[in-house]
């Protein structure tokens, strides 16, 4: 609230005016009707899914699973043959990723098989488009 008083040097008594300064009350209630307008979208922010009701029907077609072994001496193995280069191995994976339906990958190193091994495997499938890989632990499955 402000108050006005009349200038002057005059004796006489001097005029007061008042005047109420709305401009702070204006801006308060701005910020309050901004905060209001960006917080209701989010209290009332729900998706609506039309999700099915029921078990689906099971699948009469059972995938097809590719077996990678790495062996202790960190000998790549593709569905029990040895894979004598990564080259090799890659364009098996772009092979494989290319059929209609691409398989599983299940990958099975050997706990003394070297990481970096493993490591360019699990890149090679990530490039190559095969999305469905499994790693398994074993301690040996080459025979």
Request: no cysteine; hydrophobic share 45%; net charge negative.
């Amino acid at each position: 609230m402000g108050m006005n008083v009349g200038g002057g040097g005059s004796s006489a008594e001097p005029e007061v005016m008042m005047d109420i300064n709305t401009t702070p009350l204006i801006d308060v209630m701005l910020v309050l009707l901004v905060m209001l307008i960006i917080t209701i979208p989010i209290q009332l922010h729900a998706v609506n899914l039309n999700l099915p009701v029921g078990t689906p029907p099971p699948s009469d077609v059972k995938p097809e699973v590719v077996k990678i072994d790495v062996d202790a001496r960190s000998v790549v193995y593709w569905q029990g043959l040895p894979v004598t280069s990564g080259a090799e191995l890659e364009q098996k994976m772009r092979d494989t990723a290319a059929l209609a339906t691409p398989p599983e990958v299940h990958l099975r190193p050997d706990r003394q098989a070297r990481y970096e091994v493993v490591a360019n495997i699990l890149a090679a499938t990530r490039r190559t488009g095969l999305t469905k890989i499994g790693v398994i632990g074993s301690e040996q499955f080459i025979e």
